[in-house]
């Protein structure tokens, strides 16, 4: 063998023939696409994370305190834009944390509650003889389940406060029962019924009226 054919096949046997480099080529697509395909899943949890934390996020109905206006299980979307702006307005329904009365009990702090609200910060709030009072004026609530069985002394809400009632109002663990709730720990207001499917539909505010 001269000089020349060594030299050729030394070159033959250092260089990749065709087939591996396919096989080379393959693979970086492979590991391109992997890396592609985990900046989407990254970028989406990060995109559903901002929604959940400052947009909307969706909540569960865990007991009947809301009757006739929303029943146990029924799914929700909560929105959190509004309260950005504006602090809670009488007749939303909101999604809170537990006040600190409450985690003394034993809540804890991520068990939200939903709950209507009654009175805001400045308002003078009474049950009597089955009718709640706003400043001393009669509520004509037409939403609610049954009136109130119990009564309740004239009590003015704090500033930065309010005073939150199940529509069930016989049977729920609200502002009558444990106090005032701070307006820092509304996590959102009930704007869409997802769940169950025959009764998919906004939830509306509805202020009681005086």
Do not use: C
């Not at 060594?6 to 970086?28: C, G, I, M, V």
């Not at 985690?103 to 709030?125: L, W």
């Not at 444990?178 to 998919?200: C, D, E, M, T, V």
Request: aromatic share 10%.
């Amino acid at each position: 063998m001269d000089k020349k054919d060594l030299t050729t096949t030394d070159r033959s046997q250092s260089e990749p023939t065709n087939s591996q480099k396919a096989r080379t080529t393959a693979r970086s697509k492979f590991w391109q696409s992997v890396w592609e395909n985990l900046q989407i899943v990254i970028i989406a949890l990060v995109i559903a994370f901002l929604i959940r934390t400052f947009i909307a996020e969706p909540r569960y109905i865990p007991s009947d305190s809301m009757l006739p206006t929303l029943q146990e299980g029924d799914r929700l979307v909560v929105e959190k834009v509004s309260y950005y702006f504006h602090p809670p307005r009488r007749g939303d329904i909101i999604v809170f944390e537990p006040p600190s009365q409450l985690q003394m009990q034993g809540y804890e702090k991520d068990q939200a509650f939903i709950k209507r609200v009654i009175a805001q910060a400045g308002e003078i709030v009474s049950v009597d003889n089955g009718t709640v009072y706003i400043n001393d004026k009669p509520l004509q609530e037409n939403y609610i389940l049954d009136p109130p069985n119990y009564n309740l002394p004239p009590l003015k809400v704090p500033e930065g406060h309010l005073f939150v009632m199940g529509d069930n109002r016989n049977n729920s663990n609200d502002s009558h029962i444990w106090g005032f709730l701070p307006q820092q720990n509304a996590i959102g207001r009930a704007i869409f019924r997802f769940y169950p499917f025959n009764k998919i539909g906004g939830v509306a505010s509805i202020a009681p009226r005086r």
